[in-house]
């Protein structure tokens, strides 16, 4: 069956634009998680979806970020004003369930975020 | 605290050669899960293994084995006969029973470099 889809593939900004990444979680999976893959920081949790669960955003690293996820489905991640430490691949996977920490999390191909 | 220390930066091996891949976690947990991943040149991150912490069982598949040792807390990842598709970053991740719901603790990553 089709994985976990993410778009754009890159997007490339100017500093304190808005932009917005989207994922397509693996039908029938509830549980959706947002990462940033950089350089200097390696893979970092942001959010994370469970079912109509209000979101877990512990992860997120200031109130520019922020994440929905419509009908239990598809999830946008919005970052507003971007600075250039933004730039990031982000990460978004999902899982069938999240509550319980065993279930294996399927990734998306990311979304390579470069901010000018 | 929940850490997971990948002190092999990058590792080089010929073609042929076997390498192990070295994966140390912490946790206060009696209940966690690790993981490996392989993350490809292309980027996508792809599951390769997940392990409970009641599960000391070794495992192999293929030329993939890995090694569970609660007493040392580690998971190391021996790839043998290497062939240079194995050529990727390697993640070791951890994730827990009811905390943060589940989401990944990620080590620092490994690269493999296989040289024909």
């Known amino acids: 069956g089709a994985g976990v889809s993410q778009s754009p593939s890159n997007k490339v900004t100017e500093k304190g634009k808005d932009v917005e990444l989207r994922c397509d979680p693996i039908?029938?999976?509830?549980?959706l998680y947002w990462y940033r893959q950089s350089l200097g920081q390696g893979l970092e949790f942001l959010i994370y979806f469970q079912g109509n669960s209000a979101p877990d955003k512990s992860g997120l690293p200031s109130d520019r970020f922020s994440a929905e996820r419509t009908g239990g489905s598809v999830s946008t991640l919005t970052i507003q004003r971007t600075q250039q430490e933004d730039s990031a691949v982000y990460l978004c996977a999902s899982s069938l369930s999240g509550t319980t920490g065993k279930e294996t999390q399927y990734f998306g191909p990311g979304t390579r975020l470069l901010v000018l | 605290a929940q850490k997971v220390t990948q002190a092999q930066t990058e590792i080089s091996v010929v073609e042929k050669e076997d390498v192990t891949l070295d994966c140390v976690y912490e946790?206060?947990?009696?209940?966690?899960?690790l993981f490996w991943y392989k993350q490809p040149p292309s980027g996508e991150l792809v599951f390769l293994i997940r392990r409970n912490s009641f599960d000391e069982q070794n495992e192999i598949s293929g030329r993939y084995s890995w090694n569970f040792q609660k007493s040392t807390s580690s998971f190391n990842f021996t790839i043998t006969a290497s062939q240079v598709v194995d050529s990727a970053v390697y993640f070791c991740?951890?994730?827990?029973?009811?905390?943060?719901?589940?989401?990944?603790?990620f080590g620092k990553g490994t690269k493999l470099s296989v040289k024909p």
């Open positions: 039908s029938g999976h509830t549980a």
């Open positions: 991740a951890l994730s827990f029973y009811g905390g943060s719901q589940g989401n990944l603790i």
């Open positions: 946790t206060r947990d009696t209940t966690y899960y």
